[in-house]
């Protein structure tokens, strides 16, 4: 019985992980967007007075979702404790 030898290239691992982020950007992309709209509905049903600056559905990024929140005297702690959690925030008008 003879087998046939096959050569494989070396793929650095930079090109392997790009492979991989690309095969999965897609799906990745529209999760995160289902994600960002779920966020906006359940803030927009929530808060009163709830603002979302630019165009937060049609033409932005599926990764940023720009809100502004009435001025209250709970602002100062949802920025502190969004913060914690690791979700980039503003104080400034």
């Known amino acids: 019985m003879c087998s046939k030898l096959r050569i494989l290239t070396p ?5 392997f992980l790009h492979a991989l ?3 999965r950007h897609e799906e990745d992309s529209q999760y995160i967007q289902s994600l960002k709209d779920y966020l906006l509905r359940r ?10 600056n630019g165009d ?9 979702l720009n809100v502004g929140f009435p001025k209250t005297e ?3 702690m ?3 404790q ?12």
């Open 11 to 15: 793929v650095s691992r930079a090109d």
């Open 21 to 23: 982020a690309t095969a």
């Open 43 to 52: 803030l927009y049903t929530a808060v009163a007075g709830v603002v979302f």
């Open 56 to 64: 937060a559905t049609e033409n932005s990024l599926h990764t940023v």
């Open 74 to 76: 709970k602002t100062a």
């Open 78 to 80: 949802l920025a502190t």
């Open 82 to 93: 969004l913060d914690m959690k690791g979700i980039c925030v503003s104080e400034v008008s």
